[in-house]
């Protein structure tokens, strides 16, 4: 079993940055992969981002390849996820996600066993 808190959202204008976190317990953190996803107003939930155990690999969906960057500190249980650039349509509840496997479902909400609350992130135009 493992909780996870999200943290950093807020509300930033165009072109802005924001960090968000999320802190793991329950279970070592570094046994499993861990993903953002996001759900904009009105709409599905969506892959953002995905690092492996260690760090080791990371992937990106293509609206945000390039503007935002994930990493992860094992050490302090907590996984980052660096938004640059921002866009109105960045706008969304973000929503750190864990997983012990890493599959070719990666990318979708059912590859993943632990969810956190999620955190608001605003871009204004």
């Known amino acids: 079993q493992v909780q996870l808190v999200e943290s950093g959202g807020g509300l930033v204008q165009a072109g802005g940055s924001l960090k968000l976190s999320c802190i793991a317990s329950?279970?070592?953190?570094?046994?499993?992969?861990m993903a953002w996803f996001r759900q904009p107003p009105g709409k599905e939930r969506e892959f953002v981002s995905v690092?492996?155990?260690?760090?080791?690999?990371?992937n990106y969906a293509d609206s945000v390849k390039g503007r935002f960057t994930i990493s992860r500190d094992n050490a302090k249980n907590t996984v980052y996820l660096q938004m640059n650039s921002l866009e109105p349509e960045d706008t969304a509840v973000y929503t750190c996600?864990?997983?012990?496997?890493?599959?070719?479902?990666?990318?979708?909400?059912?590859?993943?066993?632990?969810w956190g609350q999620g955190t608001q992130v605003t871009v204004s135009s």
């Open positions: 996600a864990a997983s012990r496997t890493f599959g070719l479902n990666y990318r979708s909400p059912t590859g993943y066993n632990y």
């Open positions: 329950g279970r070592t953190f570094s046994s499993f992969n």
């Open positions: 690092i492996t155990l260690t760090g080791g690999y990371a």
